[in-house]
């Protein structure tokens, strides 16, 4: 009366089924990683060289060196990140860099109560500048590259009124931790970046708020279509952007112990966030990435001058190199163009 | 006439218009040398080195793509020129058509990576900075180059030959004249405008989309080769990063001018007026005497005002 099989059969068929989607499922988060590995075999690779033909070799110091100048720009870079995922960009992140160590060399100083409440200041004021930006592209709906090109004018008068000269007095005790290895050489800014990614990326983007972002870059009608808050998506893009570019500001007001409104740094930060951005697998159009990839892809960059000077190269000839390696890491993409069936997909 | 007249001025180019009287009026409210002549046809020649590198970045933006190797294709244009002028001691004419070469030669390459390569603009022209940026400290080693501007490039930068008009302006002039007949008067600029709306129509309408990109492209690149010579000329000679302060403001020139940046949209008058706005604003920001910190802010705060007032998008997204 009951046959057993069918049952048995559909069970087979689920587990099947069960193996197939799950090889899918990870067919699927490996071509979504793609960008991020590339990223990081290629720091890998770089990064092994370098040590390799580092006169001090191995050493917690030269460890240490790399990570703290790969994390400012991995920090920057980050910010960049989840503009860029709303298919926005952010114009103004090395300036809110530049405004927030300006302001870090002024108040990150005295005992522990002043110094926690000059960390509080900046990162607040990230917060602030962020939350102006995201104002004006949600609320003034205006577009985000002509409005955080003049907001990135304002910080900068800001940073120059805080800062007229270089200079400042930070806690040392802070700085020095901040720039310094755990016990077992680990670099703290390592940790930091960890941590970052840990506490701060991976909930926010696994958030309502964070899938909205993926959700706007990707298609911002159907996102409007589905209910989806792209209004609060965004703000909260440009509120993080400038959250993260304070905690690069911060890290460094600790590493030069001093404040400078740079405008030739600000501009630099930002031209190379957008470049680790892409780099580390995000595409500019939105929608796809994420902020681990632009780690690796600022840490990437930062290498390639890294490079240059252990092998002797003269370092007039850098620039001309970093170029050179941009274009071809980026025209490495054009491969795609190869498997296009109808020509009508290029145009958008 | 009256209407039809008012009706060809849209909305942007009447509040940027606005913009630069009411800078006027204040400017003439605190000193009368504001509203002089001289003072304003000495305005005119500065805007004329910004206003030809806006006329480039205006194409680009038109098609809605954006070219951030402007900075250093200026440099190379000023260091290109001011070394064919030494090289080719007869011919030194030569040095702004070298200039050009060398620029278009860049937008070229630009336009390449963005049409065929499908590279977004945004990395690619970034890449192509740097690049620009690597060959003229090779070339230079890192120094100003020592070679002085040629006469005829002294000339056409700071000369008054006619009427008494700076010659940068009639350049400018010649410049604009040309794209204003390109844009609204040919088929390539009619499909410049239509790539900025929708490119795949265009596709499918059989025009060639590459061909327009990639011209497109290699006239912002000639025309901030161009650009880079006549500053040479102005200040005699070429030195790094040169360029640097001219890409923000073109881009700011032409978006406060009523150019949509997303492309498709946006009339040359319109930049023109963008052109003359930053730079009445620079000026006078750097004649009241106002420290640098306030000029900053404040520029940003403009800019920011006019956008609020007349460049804002539609309310329904998308």
Not at chain 1, 94 to 121: H, K, Q, W
Not at chain 1, 312 to 320: A, G
Not at chain 2, 251 to 280: D, H, K, M, Q, S
Request: hydrophobic share 55%; charged share 10%.
């Amino acid at each position: 009366m009951i046959d057993p099989l069918p049952s048995l059969r559909s069970r087979a068929g689920g587990l099947r089924r069960g193996w197939s989607s799950f090889r899918r499922d990870l067919r699927h988060r490996l071509s979504s990683a793609r960008g991020p590995l590339v990223a990081l075999g290629l720091y890998v690779i770089m990064f092994a060289i370098f040590v390799g033909e580092h006169p001090a070799g191995f050493s917690s110091n030269v460890v240490n060196t790399a990570a703290n100048k790969g994390a400012l720009l991995a920090l920057v870079a980050m910010a960049q990140t989840i503009p860029v995922l709303t298919s926005g960009l952010d114009l103004s992140v090395g300036m809110v860099f530049v405004l927030t160590n300006c302001l870090g060399s002024r108040l990150v100083a005295g005992g522990i109560l002043g110094t926690g409440l000059g960390v509080a200041a900046v990162l607040g004021l990230g917060l602030l500048c962020g939350a102006l930006n995201g104002a004006l592209v949600v609320r003034g709906r205006l577009q985000p590259i002509i409005a955080t090109l003049a907001t990135g004018s304002i910080y900068y008068g800001c940073a120059l009124w805080l800062r007229p000269a270089p200079g400042g007095v930070i806690n040392d005790d802070f700085a020095e931790f901040m720039t310094g290895s755990l016990p077992g050489g680990i670099p703290v800014t390592a940790v930091l970046l960890l941590g970052i990614v840990l506490l701060g990326w991976l909930p926010y983007r696994s958030s309502v708020i964070g899938r909205a972002a993926y959700a706007v870059g990707s298609s911002e009608q159907a996102a409007f279509m589905s209910g989806v808050p792209i209004a609060r998506a965004k703000f909260f893009a440009y509120v993080l952007a400038g959250f993260f570019a304070a905690i690069a500001g911060l890290l460094l007001t600790c590493l030069t112990e001093s404040g400078e409104a740079n405008a030739v740094l600000g501009g630099s930060y930002t031209l190379s966030s957008i470049a680790a951005v892409v780099v580390g697998g995000t595409s500019l159009f939105g929608g796809t990435g994420g902020a681990v990839g632009s780690i690796f892809g600022a840490f990437v960059l930062r290498t390639i001058g890294d490079l240059l000077f252990v092998f002797n190269l003269d370092p007039l000839w850098q620039p001309l190199f970093l170029g050179v390696v941009l274009l071809v890491s980026v025209g490495v993409g054009s491969l795609r163009l190869l498997r296009i069936k109808s020509r009508l997909e290029l145009f958008r | 006439m009256a209407t039809t007249f008012l009706k060809r001025l849209d909305r942007p180019v009447l509040a940027a218009g606005g913009a630069i009287v009411l800078l006027l009026v204040a400017g003439g409210l605190y000193s009368s040398s504001f509203v002089s002549p001289a003072y304003l046809l000495q305005q005119l020649q500065v805007a004329a080195f910004l206003g030809v590198v806006a006329t480039g970045l205006m194409l680009v933006i038109l098609l809605g793509h954006i070219d951030l190797s402007v900075p250093w294709v200026i440099t190379m244009g000023g260091m290109m020129s001011v070394a064919a002028g030494g090289w080719t001691r007869p011919f030194s004419w030569l040095a702004i058509p070298f200039a050009v070469l060398c620029g278009l030669g860049m937008g070229l390459f630009n336009g390449f990576g963005v049409a065929y390569l499908r590279i977004p603009s945004m990395i690619f022209t970034l890449g192509v900075n740097a690049i620009a940026q690597g060959l003229m400290i090779v070339h230079t080693s890192g120094f100003a180059p020592q070679d002085h501007a040629t006469a005829t490039m002294q000339l056409l930068a700071v000369g008054r030959s006619i009427f008494g008009i700076p010659n940068a302006v009639w350049v400018w002039a010649a410049v604009g004249v040309l794209t204003v007949v390109l844009l609204n008067r040919t088929a390539f600029g009619r499909r410049v405008y239509a790539i900025g709306n929708n490119e795949r129509a265009v596709f499918l309408s059989r025009a060639n989309c590459n061909l327009v990109v990639v011209g497109c492209f290699a006239a912002a690149g000639a025309l901030s080769g161009l650009a880079g010579a006549l500053l040479a000329g102005y200040s005699t000679k070429a030195y790094q990063a040169m360029g640097d302060p001219y890409l923000l403001p073109a881009i700011a020139a032409v978006v406060l001018g009523g150019t949509n940046i997303l492309g498709g949209r946006g009339r040359y008058l319109g930049t023109v007026i963008g052109v003359v706005v930053i730079t009445l604003l620079q000026s006078m920001l750097s004649i009241v005497q106002m420290p640098e910190a306030g000029r900053q802010v404040t520029y940003g705060l403009v800019i920011v005002g006019m956008l609020l007032t007349y460049g804002r998008g539609d309310r329904n997204g998308g």
